[in-house]
């Protein structure tokens, strides 16, 4: 049996349950998790559910991941005001939004990888929705440059 904020569950019966070692709905090899929050055997933290921290926003008016959600907007907001002044011409917005996620994932994966952090796919759609909107803000304000 296993306590760590969890329900307790008998190891043996977790395991060969057939899910894995991750456990596809919350179910690891020893515990069944209930906050959505999976840490890894080697002490990795990821959360798979999109869209989980506006649910906890919404619902039990988390104001501290409103900030979190708010910040991770603005992370690659200035990278994404650079990037048509340095292609020197207009971006479409799903190319940003798209590079945006790449970014992210970029960062995503490491904290995955290295064990910092919490991997999860709201950071992504966060910051690939900043860095988008830095593209719209600088092709809205800045003409249409063309090389000569």
């Known amino acids: 049996m296993y306590w760590n904020g969890c329900v307790c569950i008998q190891k043996e019966a977790a395991y060969h349950s057939g899910i ?48 979190e959600n708010l910040l991770n907007f603005i992370l690659l907001l200035p990278a994404g005001i650079l990037l048509p002044l340095i292609a020197n011409h207009k971006i479409k917005w799903y190319q940003a939004l798209l590079i945006g996620i790449l970014m992210s994932a970029t960062i995503e994966l490491s904290q995955l990888i290295f064990m910092r952090g919490l991997f999860e796919w709201d950071d992504m759609i966060h910051n690939g929705l900043g860095y988008m909107a830095g593209c719209l803000f600088t092709n809205f304000f800045v003409k249409n440059r063309v090389k000569h």
């Open 20 to 67: 894995g070692s991750r456990g596809i709905g919350g179910v690891s090899r020893n515990c069944i998790w209930l906050d959505g929050i999976y840490p890894d055997w080697n002490g990795r933290q990821y959360e798979l559910l999109p869209f989980w921290s506006w649910r906890e926003v919404i619902c039990n008016h988390d104001r501290e991941l409103l900030k």
